[in-house]
């Protein structure tokens, strides 16, 4: 009997999700016999659910939520001796993983597409301390400013509201020592922000690093290394264009593996959220997932 597990956060998406409950239900049963449904209360439930849909070897795991949920999801998943095939219903304010597989961002529409997946082999990252992550992690005072962005700016400003955070902490930015190691390289110097993206949207920019794919074995590290007024200038054109690399004020390389590090008292941002104190460790699972991505 094939069965698939439905995780729904009742919080995210301005309380979406239990109002799309039922319709995600009648799309999986297209393909399931038994779908049970699990709601977040709290901090973790996602992963604990996740943990249960690996251990009790469903068919197929879907949570609805926003990015936070979605992270919970894939740390239940990651690694684990048997892995559900995977799909998501965007709920979130930025919704980057959706983004870069080609996921509907209306939820009907995400939601039609669990009746006829495809299901897509998708990297992810984890940090040493088994800590898993599936878009960004970044350094720098300004991704520490996204943590200060309040559900009230999110539900009103969307993806902006992290901008303008970033844009108050650009005022009193200073820059800051950095030393990256990788794949048997190294990088020291100054830095503003550095940027390691596993897919091509940041912060809902989809040109962020175009270059990218889900499943192409690579972070994508970004450097900012100057950070004057005229200089933004110059660097936001190329950023829309996706030619971000290539601009003389960023260092960038690609990396399976990396080791992090300064002399100041830092914070690795984790997919949006407030991860751990640097130093830290970080390698690409290649292909760890299957994703639902719309059919071709």
């Known amino acids: 009997m ?3 597990m439905l995780i729904i956060n009742p919080s995210s998406g301005q309380e979406k999700g239990l109002s799309f409950e039922q319709e995600a239900i009648d799309a999986l049963k297209k393909r399931h016999e038994e779908v049970i449904v699990k709601y977040t209360e709290g901090e973790n439930d996602a992963h604990r659910f996740a943990e249960e849909a690996c251990e009790e070897r469903y068919d197929t795991l879907v949570s609805m939520g926003g990015d ?13 001796e048997y892995i559900p095939d995977f799909g998501f219903v965007p709920l979130g304010t930025v ?20 009746e006829n997946p495809e299901a897509k082999p998708v990297d992810i990252g984890k940090i040493v ?12 005072a300004i991704a520490e400013a996204t943590y200060r962005v309040s559900p009230e700016q999110k539900s009103k400003f969307g993806s902006l509201a992290y901008l303008i955070e970033g844009a108050r902490a650009f005022k009193n930015e200073t820059p ?15 830095a503003y922000l ?3 993206a596993l897919t091509n949207s940041v912060g809902g920019i989809e040109s962020f690093a175009e ?15 100057e950070l004057s007024l005229p200089k933004v200038v110059t660097l936001i054109p190329d950023l829309f264009r996706g030619e971000l690399k290539s601009n003389e004020q960023v260092e960038y390389f690609k990396a399976s593996e990396l080791s992090v590090s300064s002399g100041e008292d830092l914070v690795v941002n984790i997919d ?22 719309p059919d071709k």
């Open 176 to 190: 800051f020592d950095l030393e990256i190691t990788y794949d048997g390289n190294r990088w020291e110097g100054e």
């Open 95 to 114: 919704n980057d993983f959706a983004r870069a597989l080609g996921i509907p961002m209306k939820e009907k529409e995400a939601i039609r597409l669990l």
């Open 68 to 80: 936070g949920t979605i992270n919970e999801s894939i740390n239940g998943l990651a690694e684990k």
């Open 272 to 293: 949006g959220d407030e991860g751990m104190p640097l130093p830290f460790e970080a390698s690409v699972l290649h292909n760890e997932l299957n994703v639902f991505v």
């Open 129 to 140: 301390g088994e800590r898993y992550f599936m878009n960004v992690l970044a350094v720098g």
């Open 211 to 225: 270059h990218a794919d889900v499943n192409d074995g690579a972070f994508h590290v970004f450097i900012l290394k």
């Open 2 to 4: 094939t069965k698939a």
């Open 194 to 196: 550095m940027l390691v």
